[in-house]
């Protein structure tokens, strides 16, 4: 019994001095300093004779956010085209006549009405659609390929219309009143109201050619150049010059 009650006596005296050792001469232990040993690094803890410190997630998959994303809504806008000369004056807007007849030079109240869907950004591109006749304003062309090249950029495209929808690049179809279309052309920035036109390269379906619109009051229709300038010069025509498009909406969206 004596030496049962020794052994113990034993094993208690050692516990004590491992404790001992790992608390630093002079320390007074209390609550506080579990607040304390839970801010130490582990290479302070290794100091001290402690474990390492259990990880701390940082990061739960449950927590992770759950709120949908803002989702854009497209409204349909609805407006008049105005027609600007080079110089800012107006040159009038925009009827059509015919298919091959696209005139800009009419007053607010004899000009066609034009709509698209309002798109999330700047290089969106959008159809133009006539509601009144469910056709859309597009460049045409005569064939069923057709690309801008650096050394072809005074080519032109007929201004038209279709009943179509073609995805910008093509392959282009047709032909309409015979023309060949793409209908993803344009392209609005609401801060200036511009209205303006690109054509995507049948070649490659990736490259976008802005494009100069082309007009004049003795001209029968309105045509789209690569370079305008260079159209002029090179067909020699007197009839058109560069125009631009501002699109006057009869309600801003929300």
Known sequence: MRSLFYILSLLALASTTVLASRIPAGHVVDIADNVGVRQLTNAQ???RGMTPATPRRLFSPTRARRDPMPSFTSVPLSGRILAKKADGTSAGYVKINSFSSIMAGHDAASADIFQFNTVRSV????ELNIPQTGL???????????????TSMYSYL???T?????????PLQGPDNSRYVE???WLYD???KGLSAVWVNTNDAVTRVPLDILWGPTS????FSGDGALYKEKYADTRRDIITFVFEPFVQPA
């Open 220 to 223: 029968s229709s309105m045509l």
């Open 136 to 150: 859309k304003l597009v460049p045409g062309t005569t064939t069923n390929r057709f690309w801008f090249t650096p």
């Open 45 to 47: 803890r290794f100091a």
């Open 158 to 160: 007929y201004m038209t």
């Open 123 to 126: 290089t969106d591109l959008l």
């Open 162 to 170: 279709s009943a179509r929808s073609v995805p910008a690049g093509g």
């Open 183 to 185: 209908t993803l052309n």
């Open 190 to 192: 609401p801060a200036t």
